[in-house]
């Protein structure tokens, strides 16, 4: 049984639409940036999107230290929020105490990776 439609990758930035048009460029895909600014993707015909988020106090990945860990995690787009919670939740998964959205829910990987089930 497949949990999951699909994973989408989300970045982290300080300017969510500059690094989207770099990537859109590098990449020759098309950008959108949402009216606030803080929320882009890049969209391509043949791949799932790369998406954007603004973040404030952003860091920028130490690499390869890790004073300031890569700032990316999985956004899993889903057909029902609570179905695919409780199969992720019998798959070792941890739902994160805090949960900032009402489409999307917070989840830890076994490693404390956080990811997040959309609905999509």
């Not at 500059?18 to 990537?23: G, K, P, T």
């Not at 606030?36 to 952003?58: F, H, K, L, M, R």
Request: net charge negative.
């Amino acid at each position: 049984m497949a949990i999951a439609k699909q994973p989408v990758v989300v970045l982290d930035a300080p300017d969510a639409g500059e690094l989207a048009e770099f990537y859109g460029k590098l990449l020759d895909w098309s950008v959108s940036v949402d009216e606030d600014g803080t929320w882009a993707e890049i969209v391509s015909n043949s791949w799932p999107p790369i998406c954007i988020q603004q973040v404030e106090d952003y860091h920028a990945p130490s690499w390869p230290g890790q004073a300031h860990p890569q700032q990316m995690h999985l956004d899993v787009m889903v057909d029902d929020l609570d179905d695919a919670e409780k199969s992720v939740l019998e798959i070792g998964a941890g739902k994160a105490p805090e949960q900032p959205g009402e489409t999307f829910r917070v989840f830890l990987d076994p490693a404390g990776h956080p990811f997040c089930l959309c609905k999509g």
